[in-house]
């Protein structure tokens, strides 16, 4: 494909994100349809569609409408790029820009050029304070790509050398001791020796910190409540090989790869499925990765930025309520509970422990931690619980 052809590919698949679709069903869709189109084809129109979804608004203020095409010709303005350069009308490229299209100007609304929910900028402003605009900038940028190394099999330093010979460059991250940054070839990861061996999986360098700071000891069961695809539980089990993992989902498809990415790694978790937890006694430490907005996340799934409504992050406060309260109940009588999210709102991180603690008197705070994407990864917070 011509570059001119994926920018026209883009635009295909930003009306019907635009429309309402979800953009990695799109994608995927689009992908299956077009066979003609290499990996580097996808990876590239892909990579189109989420810039664009990172500065929706004042890319569509650029471009003068909020359609595909608009917002990439907003999205090339922004990037110093002539859309007429690539908007040529040749071949399968987009027709040129003409005065049929609508005129786009910078956006003077700061939360429009931020690319802000206007519905959540207030709260945004009073949770982050001075860091508000530094932060939503940060999050109209791409995300950094993190590894963890799996330090029982292997240093820092051995897998930076395994990955240089197959052409992928690295660097420590100061967020988390095991953290290495990805700085060249990230899609190469996958099928590299290191990744197939065990020694990394891939990880926000944030998402590392805040499991480390989850206490563990030899001999505890340890339960990840919301394991998802158990990342974290893999970095805890990593972490503190004599303890007793195990890991739950309400959807227990998200944790399909898990008993072979712990192999693969040398760890040992257990699945519980659903039906399973009632039955599966008290645990000494209990993980909420609770589900929420996701906010410190936008440049990872920044589609979720502009679905999140009120009611949404309503329900959501009332399902981290709810978790931390059954988490309570799983929680042996020396138990701690290690809640996280990754949202840089304070109603769904610290003011939600303080919910949790005014109704609850036999917990109190030990410690907790706020990161944020200028901290150099994804948004984070972590709060850690025990019986008083």
Not at 80 to 105: M, R, S, Y
Not at 283 to 290: N, W
């Amino acid at each position: 494909m011509t570059p001119g052809a994926r920018i026209a590919a883009a635009i295909e698949v930003l009306d019907r994100v635009i429309a309402g679709a979800s953009a990695e069903r799109v994608l995927t869709t689009w992908a299956r349809q077009n066979r003609f189109a290499g990996s580097g084809d996808r990876s590239v129109v892909r990579d189109h569609v989420f810039d664009a979804l990172r500065r929706l608004h004042s890319a569509a203020a650029e471009g003068g409408a909020m359609t595909g095409r608009g917002v990439m010709l907003g999205l090339l303005r922004q990037q110093g790029i002539a859309p007429e350069t690539l908007f040529t009308g040749e071949g399968h490229a987009p027709p040129p820009p003409g005065p049929d299209d609508p005129p786009g100007a910078a956006p003077h609304d700061p939360d429009v050029a931020l690319d802000c929910p206007a519905w959540l900028a207030a709260q945004l402003r009073h949770d982050l304070g001075a860091d508000f605009a530094p932060v939503m900038a940060r999050l109209r940028t791409r995300a950094p790509v993190f590894l963890r190394v799996n330090t029982a099999l292997a240093s820092l330093s051995e897998v930076q050398a395994m990955l240089v010979g197959e052409g992928i460059e690295t660097r420590p991250s100061g967020l988390a001791p095991t953290a290495l940054e990805v700085l060249s070839n990230p899609r190469r990861l996958q099928n590299s020796g290191p990744y197939r061996a065990g020694l990394v999986e891939l990880q926000d360098a944030a998402s590392q910190a805040i499991s480390d700071a989850v206490p563990l000891g030899a001999g505890q069961r340890v339960l990840d409540l919301c394991a998802g695809g158990g990342g974290k539980t893999l970095a805890l089990a990593a972490r503190c090989p004599e303890a007793v993992f195990h890991a739950h989902d309400i959807d227990s498809a998200r944790m399909g790869d898990l008993p072979a990415r712990a192999q693969r790694a040398g760890v040992r978790v257990q699945v519980i499925a659903p039906a399973d937890l009632g039955g599966a006694g008290l645990f000494d430490v209990v993980v909420i990765d609770a589900p929420c907005s996701g906010s410190g996340a936008w440049r990872r799934s920044p589609q979720g930025k502009w679905l999140l409504t009120a009611a949404r992050l309503a329900g959501l406060q009332q399902s981290q309520d709810a978790l931390l309260h059954h988490a309570a109940a799983l929680a042996g009588p020396d138990g701690v509970l290690a809640y996280m999210t990754c949202s840089l709102l304070d109603t769904e991180n610290a003011a939600s422990v303080r919910r949790f603690l005014s109704a609850d008197t036999g917990w109190r705070l030990s410690s907790e931690r706020t990161l944020t994407p200028l901290d150099g990864g994804d948004g984070f917070f972590v709060a850690i619980l025990a019986r008083c």
